[in-house]
């Protein structure tokens, strides 16, 4: 079974794909029929979700300072939890990132993708039994586009000029066009809260299938089951327990005792012996955070493209996946967006390791001596490692790289976006489009590659308002190859979200769009006894 | 010479005199404060030229000039560090460590129930490893030489040689992983009953005692032993008393005064040194509330810890010191 069915069929188990939507995609896959067919009856089989039980997570990334107000949600274990009590408007569809309707039940864009209209679901209630109304979604929503706000999801919110109820509907007008304006909504921030939590934004009332019954930050939140909960398809276990574990053996230690069901974060460097244990199951995530090296493409010498190019052909991928990731992630090919996003562009050629190629462009690029890349531990996991790896391959390609540790303390300050050939950590973002508006727009603050076209930059925004697919994953893949062929950006590797669980958990759903099934775990599995 | 001596001493000096014990303690408390005063400003000053802030940290890579300058200004940085320190230390000495800049929670009613945490995990330590440390300590020195004395020593320095993170997690593998006997991990919370809470704390517990055990029955068996060697312990052998006797009722009070001196050092230890056992056993106590205050900076509550593991400190050698007094006369009167 290769990964992509194994994705169908676990999809299946967790009740989210009907038969013909199965073998439809399958099929596509180029898996035969007869194996569709089985594969559908088996996974249907496990399929039959058991409700009730007792669920304990042992998370990474609590903290004793994390904040019960979502707009204020920061770490993973808050992420986790606030998907537990939460609804969002809108959410992402786990199999292909496009969104899909959650509070919100359908939206309509104007013509122009600047005026959108979204219709609110009816009779679904608060944990406090009020029910949820169109006043509440707005109060939601402008509390965190105020200016003042401090809500992580204000950047991403930054467009919206406008928020107003329209009998039943949201009405949202942007100061410009937009396509990914509902995906935009499913940002884990965006919990509707009852008069969007102004009056107590501490409250953790919301209309998810789990009520918070105790809460202390970095150390544990329970969740009993809602019974009003308005939908069918989650919410499986009675009663869910978080554990702040910040310790990786401590979480690992729990896992294989059988205390907790899930851990998150299992280091690469250990998956190996976790595996060894006999009641856990690894499970590994596409994801679309990716590792970097980043040059400035406005600073000698790297303001010369051949010499970017040799460099980008040094680069040996593979063997940093294999030794950096322990094989858990995947290659990248220079641009900062992978399969696990909607509309990405297919069938561009994979940039390989090539010292002859690499040689050609260093020697036609006229530079000589070594170039200097500043590295810390902090930049990820494993950079120190990777620099020096990268040292060594670009040695066959006769460039010598010059690795500097860099202290950890201020890394981010002091060398990240101001000197011109570091490594660092991208993590992903909900669509191409802030993915590249993040980090290419010639304006951008974080453009840490110094990137500036302004063809680049014309295309870019022509594609957040253009409505049709087609088009637009056409012009994305002209971007791609802008960033890819002419950037700044070495990127050897994705890195995959590595959890794992007890063999008790059934139905986890792997979800392309973010860590822990993109945080809702908890809502989506269930325990066999 | 119709005056009496006496009036003619300050006034001080005639307290002092007539109540040596009283203000030999008094004298000490008078120390512990300005002691701590010292060091509020040692960790007021040694937060401030930190690298990096608050606002950097917590912003991360969302951090624009503007809105570092919001937080700044928010949290009033932009004022002058004598002014926020007098300030910080006025609210303090009135039990108000003001509010997590990051949670924006009340730090002190947050310490409470986390020093509350460490507080129990400590004391419960300390009871099972001031008691057994001593009795070992006695019974080594009964056996000195032999082969129970060796065998509690070689044991004791095994557990002192290994650090505490390797012995929680050998306890963890064994008695929670292998065995399934103990309950992990350690996490305790409010609504938690006692038998319970004192399941949970099981392992660490014996990590803890395994780490300060050593250091104090060594100290005991030192002690002890540097007495016997005395005239009075030869009279006391002489006169025919049995050997354990002697030890308990003439040797140990003798060596009481280094022997509190070290279990008080152990006991501070217990509840300002356990931030790694914290982590590993994941219990919500005040090493790892600091440790999460740290990473972001949030220096309210950083500045608080600091204090408090100051005061900590600062009162167990205080109580050592003001004990040793009592069970040793001849201290009274420093030559």
Redesign the interface.
């Known amino acids: 079974m290769n990964d992509y069915s194994k994705y169908l069929a676990s999809r299946v188990t967790a009740g989210g794909l009907s038969r013909r939507e199965f073998m439809g995609r399958a099929m596509a896959a180029g898996i035969t029929l007869a194996v569709a067919d089985k594969l559908f009856t088996e996974s249907a089989e496990a399929a039959e979700p058991k409700r009730g039980g007792h669920l304990k997570l ?1 998370l990474e990334g609590g ?5 019960k107000d979502p707009a204020k949600f920061l770490s993973q274990f808050m992420f986790c939890v606030g998907r537990c009590w939460g609804d969002m408007l809108v959410e992402s569809d786990p199999l292909t990132g496009a969104a899909v309707p959650a509070l919100a039940e359908s939206w309509e864009p104007s013509k122009d993708a600047v005026t959108w209209t979204f219709k609110i679901r009816k009779g679904v209630k608060f944990h406090d039994g009020k029910e949820l109304t169109i006043d509440d979604v707005v109060a939601t929503l402008k509390r965190h586009t105020d200016a003042k706000s401090e809500s ?1 999801a204000l ?1 991403v919110l930054g467009s919206i000029k406008e928020i107003k109820a329209d009998g039943g509907n949201l009405v949202l007008t942007l100061s410009e066009g937009n396509a990914d304006m509902p995906l935009l909504l499913s940002d884990y921030h965006l919990v509707i809260q009852p008069n969007g939590g102004v009056d107590d934004p501490l409250a953790s009332i919301g209309t998810g299938p789990y009520k918070m019954t ?1 809460f ?5 939140a329970t969740f009993e089951k809602n019974k009003d909960d308005w939908r069918s398809d989650r919410g499986y276990v009675d009663s869910i327990e978080i ?5 990786a ?2 979480r690992i ?2 896992l ?5 069901h899930y851990i998150n974060r299992v280091d690469p460097k250990t998956v190996n012996l976790l595996k060894r244990a006999p009641n856990v199951e690894i499970l590994s995530t596409a994801g679309r955070g990716h590792y970097v090296f980043i040059m400035h493409c406005d600073k000698a010498p790297f303001d010369n493209n051949d010499l970017r190019l040799a460099l980008k052909y040094a680069m040996d991928r593979e063997t940093m996946v294999e030794k950096i990731l322990g094989g858990y992630g995947k290659v990248g090919n220079d641009f900062p967006i992978n399969a696990t996003y909607a509309l990405f562009p297919e069938g561009i050629e994979q940039r390989a390791y090539d010292p002859d190629k690499a040689a050609f462009h260093y020697k036609k690029s006229g530079h000589s001596g070594s170039v200097l890349l500043r590295t810390s531990e902090v930049a990820f996991p494993g950079a120190v490692d990777a620099a020096v790896l990268y040292q060594e391959s670009c040695k066959k390609a006769g460039i010598e790289i010059e690795v500097k540790r860099e202290p950890g ?2 890394y ?2 002091n060398v990240w976006n101001v000197q011109p050939f570091s490594t660092s950590y991208w993590g992903g973002r909900p669509t191409q489009d802030q993915m590249y508006s993040t980090a290419y727009l010639s304006t951008a ?2 453009n840490d590659t110094r990137f500036k076209r302004p063809d680049f930059d014309k295309l870019l925004l022509e594609a957040r308002a253009e409505l049709d697919e087609a088009k637009r994953k056409e012009m994305y893949r002209t971007m791609a190859m802008m960033v890819r062929d002419e950037g700044g950006l070495i990127l050897p590797m994705f890195n995959d979200f590595v959890n794992a669980s007890t063999k008790q958990v059934k139905g986890y759903v792997h979800d392309i769009g973010n860590d822990m099934s993109n945080g809702y775990v908890a809502t989506r599995v269930w325990l066999d006894a | 010479m119709t005056n009496p001596a006496p009036s003619n001493i300050l006034p001080g000096l005639r307290f002092r005199q007539r109540f040596p014990l009283l203000a030999l303690i008094l004298e000490r408390l008078l120390l512990s404060v300005v002691l701590l005063f010292a060091v509020s400003i040692l960790i007021f000053g040694g937060l401030e030229a930190l690298p990096g802030d608050f606002a950097t940290t917590y912003l991360g890579q969302s951090a624009t000039p503007q809105a570092v300058a919001n937080i700044r200004q928010d949290l009033g940085l932009d004022r002058p560090v004598t002014t926020r320190y007098v300030e910080w230390l006025g609210n303090a000495v009135q039990g108000d460590f003001g509010t997590s800049w990051a949670s924006k929670n009340s730090v002190s009613e947050q310490i409470g129930k986390r020093l509350g945490n460490s507080l129990f995990l400590a004391g419960f330590a300390a009871v099972i490893s001031v008691p057994l440390a001593v009795g070992l300590g006695m019974l080594s020195v009964h056996f000195r030489n032999r082969l129970p004395d060796k065998i509690i020593n070689v044991i004791s320095l095994a557990a002192i040689s290994l650090p505490e993170f390797f012995i929680g997690y050998l306890l963890i593998l064994f008695f929670a992983v292998k065995f399934g006997m103990a309950t992990f991990p350690a996490t305790v919370y409010d609504s938690m009953v006692f038998t319970e809470r004192l399941k949970a704390i099981a392992l660490p517990t014996a990590t803890l005692v395994l780490v300060v055990l050593a250091h104090m029955m060594r100290m005991t068996r030192a002690a002890i032993l540097s007495v016997m060697s005395s005239a009075y312990m030869e009279t006391a052998e002489l006169k025919g008393l049995s050997a354990f006797r002697a030890i308990v009722k003439h040797a140990a009070p003798n060596a009481l005064a280094p022997i509190i001196n070290v279990v008080a050092l152990n006991l501070a230890y217990l509840v300002v040194g356990v931030v790694v056992v914290e982590v590993v056993f994941v219990y919500p106590g005040m090493g790892q509330y600091m440790v999460d205050a740290v990473t972001v900076r949030d220096m309210p509550v950083v500045q608080a810890c600091g204090l408090i593991f100051a005061a900590v400190y600062i009162l167990l050698n205080m109580m050592a010191d003001i004990l040793a007094i009592i069970a040793n006369p001849r201290l009274r009167h420093p030559r």
């Open positions: 042992g903290a004793a300072t994390d904040s992580g950047g105790s202390e930050p970095g150390v544990r554990i702040g574990m910040n310790d053996t401590a230690a729990a294989s005792s059988g205390q907790v303390d201020g981010w300050t603050d974080w």
